[in-house]
């Protein structure tokens, strides 16, 4: 099975296809979780794992306990996810947990800028919030929906279940699951996974994110890469579970500069811009030279100074951050 069409970067994905880069059981199960497959697909990618990869053991790391076997593992995580959305659907999300309260249904889109948005009245069924959203509230330019479910007069958790925008389930969440172990083997399993990734990236690398508008400022989710360091707090140009990435975007505001900080998502969503870099873009170029060392500070500030301001106020307000 060829486990990099669950990479949602296209570049990621033909880096690990041109470098021969296998992937250990585990990783391919989490490559297949981390996707924005369908839960049918992810269900067959992890039964062909069980039947044709070799099984192995999972250590504890952060809240999750230890596993002697993936296999088994994955096993019971599709045995959740599929009884529950079965649950969900047949009862029409009654008395999932035996209650006598009132539950109410509402929708969410996930929008391509990361928010969440609550779309359409409240409902008083999961069909009626289902057929609603087939038929008025789905949209191709979100990227999920989410059905949640909460108890009236409750202080209770809500359960909550994930749609792609042409209404097929992803997966399914709730903090009261039937028992404590399988709330844990859900939440934990692939969160926890401490692993590393090959990618093509490099310092000074103009880089987007190809799932999510994620805001990092006025110009999309555009920025320049820096580096990126894993779990452990290596600085390295490899993507892990635990990955902070690290670049410059162009904050907006009553002074427009460029700042240095964590970018948001996940590193499995990163691509190359391929867009303009003309205009106020050509800052980004510029400091795709100064992070790859091609130009010095002087130079660097010299640029911000023309392309933004024209005065040099905020070329030597970033100067002084450097």
Sequence with gaps: MDFTRFINSRDIREHIRQIGYEFSSVEAAWIVWQSAARAPEKHEAWEYIITNMPDTSLEERGKRPSYESLHDALRNYMDIERRWLKKWSEGDG????????IAVYRIHALTKSGNSVEVGPVYSSWSMARDHFTKKHRDPENVRYVISRELLNRDTKPLFVSFTPDGEAVSVY??????????ILYSTLFGEMDLIFPTP???GDILHNCRFDVAYGPYDNTFVFSHMTNGSGDVGESSSCGTSVFGYFLLDGSKKRMVSDHISGSVMDLEYYRGDTEGEW?????????TAGLTCEAA??????????GDGEYAMTYYEEL
């Design 94 to 101: 009654k008395n999932l947990f035996g209650e006598t309260d």
């Design 174 to 183: 709730s903090e009261k699951l039937e028992c404590r172990e399988d709330f």
């Design 282 to 290: 050509r800052i980004f170029k510029h400091f795709s030279d100064y």
């Design 300 to 309: 660097i500030c010299e640029n911000y100074k023309k392309v933004i301001s």
């Design 201 to 203: 990236f490099r310092a």
